[in-house]
């Protein structure tokens, strides 16, 4: 029983380094825009390379609890490859030449976004890139929603209180 105590004592100061590994590699994120607290509403999808995939869903400007509600799921490593080799193509150029926003951008309603990490690197995506990058930006935006964990959004939105 004694070896078994020491055995986790040594252990214990590995499981931190454990979970930074699981690093975020993409993400992607909506909000309803400038709106009364009352029908306001953002939210996030973080992919990490543990096949975990989170949403946090924030009602009315909510930054924490209970206006916020954060939930996880887990891709299949056949769905983490299959977004991996469609997405290293697409982002591996981002680094090479970000997106730039669009000096003018539309005033109110809705928007969404991404970012992807190349290289160690976070490379944002705007919600309105200017035209000649939009075509790209749409494409990772595309992809990343399209292997969001079905109903993750809407249970996250579900849990989360409104003001």
């Not at 004694?2 to 499981?15: C, D, G, Q, S, Y």
């Not at 680094?95 to 000096?103: F, L, V």
């Not at 992807?116 to 035209?131: C, H, K, Q, S, T």
Request: aromatic share 6%; hydrophobic share 40%.
């Amino acid at each position: 029983m004694k070896h078994i105590a020491v055995i986790l004592t040594l252990l214990a100061p590995a499981a931190p380094s454990l979970a930074e590994e699981a690093s975020p590699f993409a993400g992607w994120g909506e909000s309803s825009g400038s709106l009364p607290p009352e029908y306001a509403w953002e939210y996030t999808v973080t992919f990490r390379e543990d096949r975990s995939v989170t949403v946090e869903y924030c009602k009315g400007y909510a930054n924490a609890a209970p206006g916020c509600a954060t939930i996880s799921r887990r891709l299949s490593k056949s769905q983490l490859a299959a977004l991996h080799e469609a997405l290293d193509p697409l982002a591996a150029p981002m680094a090479e030449n970000p997106p730039q926003p669009d000096p003018n951008p539309p005033i109110g309603g809705g928007a969404a976004w991404a970012w992807v990490n190349v290289a160690g690197e976070d490379i944002r995506l705007p919600a309105f890139p200017i035209d000649q990058d939009h075509a790209r930006v749409k494409a990772v935006l595309a992809l990343l929603q399209d292997h969001t964990p079905k109903n993750a959004i809407a249970t996250a939105e579900r849990r989360a209180k409104a003001p």
